[in-house]
């Protein structure tokens, strides 16, 4: 069975400071994608990394990137420059290649203090 | 292009009735899921649908039910509505399905 792990509930972080989420996950899949979503208040999920597990480097999106190591099955977002914007809750979410099924973790809430 | 798109974003139900949501893809994509989102249950999968023909099921009774058209807008329906159907209902669409997932903004079910 697919499972994913997030296992901090809450965060905070300071406006410019840099933040880690952390996300563990298990498959017996070799042809998958990681996912890391942005939920705020408006409940719109947003995402904001992919990953796809065949490839070494880690993904990049402006302030967001991944640390991901395939053979601990690990995948942290860690964002710079956090934004009073950042705060909301965050998935992190496991995809097949072959079906469109994504596996959430429970998330993680994250505040950004001014 | 325009993104996924979900109607109607609230809806308030009474216990036994059934209610139908409706989700329009990203132009292009054939693959829609459908996931409900609780407090208690966190995102759960529903179902994926991938040019008309259901590809995935999650742990849900038959109540749960749904269909894709050809233009790939999916429908899903919910009978005889129970109070613990009360959720956000997400709809997500990709080309290929699990290498990619955009979402809509959700259609909020109250059952009372």
């Known amino acids: 069975a697919q499972t994913v792990t997030q296992s901090q509930p809450e965060m905070s972080v300071q406006e410019a400071e840099t933040v880690t989420l952390s996300c563990t996950y298990d498959?017996?899949?070799?042809?998958?994608?990681l996912f890391w979503y942005k939920q705020p208040p408006s409940r719109q999920m947003i995402l904001v990394i992919r990953?796809?597990?065949?490839?070494?480097q880690n993904a990049t999106e402006n302030r967001f990137s991944v640390n991901f190591q395939k053979a601990a099955k690990s995948f942290s977002l860690k964002i710079s420059d956090s934004q009073l914007g950042d705060t909301a809750m965050y998935f992190c979410?496991?995809?097949?290649?072959?079906?469109?099924?994504?596996?959430f973790g429970q998330g993680t809430t994250l505040q950004v203090k001014p | 292009k325009a993104g996924v798109t979900q109607t109607p974003r609230y809806l308030i139900k009474t216990r036994g009735q059934q209610v139908t949501l409706s989700c329009s893809p990203i132009?292009?994509?054939?693959?829609v899921s459908w996931y409900q989102q609780t407090p208690g249950q966190g995102l759960q999968f529903l179902f994926e649908?991938?040019?008309?023909?259901?590809?995935n099921k999650g742990n849900f009774p038959g109540r749960f039910s749904g269909r894709q058209f050809s233009n790939s807008r999916s429908e899903m329906n919910v009978s005889t509505l129970e109070l613990g159907d009360s959720a956000l209902y997400l709809c997500?669409?990709?080309?290929?399905?699990?290498?990619?997932?955009?979402f809509g903004q959700g259609t909020r079910l109250t059952v009372v």
């Open positions: 979410a496991l995809g097949s290649g072959n079906t469109g099924k994504l596996i």
């Open positions: 990953q796809e597990a065949y490839k070494q």
């Open positions: 498959t017996s899949e070799n042809n998958y994608y």
């Open positions: 997500a669409s990709g080309e290929q399905g699990g290498t990619e997932a955009f």
């Open positions: 649908y991938f040019s008309e023909t259901q590809r």
């Open positions: 132009s292009g994509h054939r693959s």
